[in-house]
């Protein structure tokens, strides 16, 4: 049979003219399938050089970005920033105490020495400790041993309450040299700024 009977055959016969159009389209989606599968397939050194250009392009077969070197450098600062605040050690001035000098205290105050300790006793201070510098018309006074800005607030406000219209008060960091991180340095002067004592 020739390629005339055969098609003469297939306009005459539905079923076998079903069959050839189900065979046609079964070549045809091969056909196709095999031109993907050929699109698909590269050979090892053409594989390679595609994956390199999406490295370059900062782009990994798997999608996810990769960093650029400008984003690389940047996080090293930082973490060389992290690591040099909270890690190495400097030498710096540490307050480790307080001492208040109060002006314009009436001798008769001054001369009650136990009055006083009983007066910072009530606040909790047992530790700090007076000293009377000197006495014309009013006396000045030391409070020495206060450890913290707190205890600081605590003096000046019952010293305060005791004569408000004389008194006048210095406070004075007692400091001491000490090695820590800058970030310990930068924490304490927050906390003594905080408190503004000064």
Do not use: W
């Not at 399938?33 to 050089?49: H, L, W």
């Not at 001054?110 to 047992?126: H, K, P, W």
Request: aromatic residues 4%; hydrophobic residues 40%.
């Amino acid at each position: 049979m020739d390629d005339r009977q055969l098609q003469d055959h297939l306009h005459h016969c539905p079923q076998c003219a079903r069959e050839a159009k189900a065979v046609k389209a079964l070549r045809h989606m091969l056909d196709s399938a095999r031109e993907n599968i050929a699109a698909d397939f590269r050979p090892m050194a053409e594989q390679k050089e595609l994956v390199s250009r999406r490295v370059d392009t900062g782009r990994t077969g798997n999608g996810h970005s990769r960093l650029s070197p400008v984003v690389g450098f940047g996080l090293a600062a930082v973490l060389t920033v992290i690591t040099f605040l909270t890690l190495i050690p400097f030498n710096y001035t540490r307050t480790v105490g307080y001492e208040i000098a109060f002006d314009g205290v009436d001798k008769e105050l001054a001369d009650d020495v136990e009055g006083i300790c009983d007066i910072l006793f009530s606040l909790g201070l047992d530790q700090a400790d007076v000293d009377i510098l000197g006495c014309d018309s009013t006396c000045s006074l030391l409070i020495v041993d206060l450890k913290s800005p707190e205890e600081v607030e605590k003096v000046i406000a019952a010293f305060t309450d005791i004569d408000p219209s004389r008194l006048t008060s210095n406070v004075i960091p007692v400091q001491t040299r000490a090695s820590g991180t800058l970030l310990d340095q930068a924490n304490e002067t927050i906390r003594h700024q905080q408190m503004d004592i000064n």
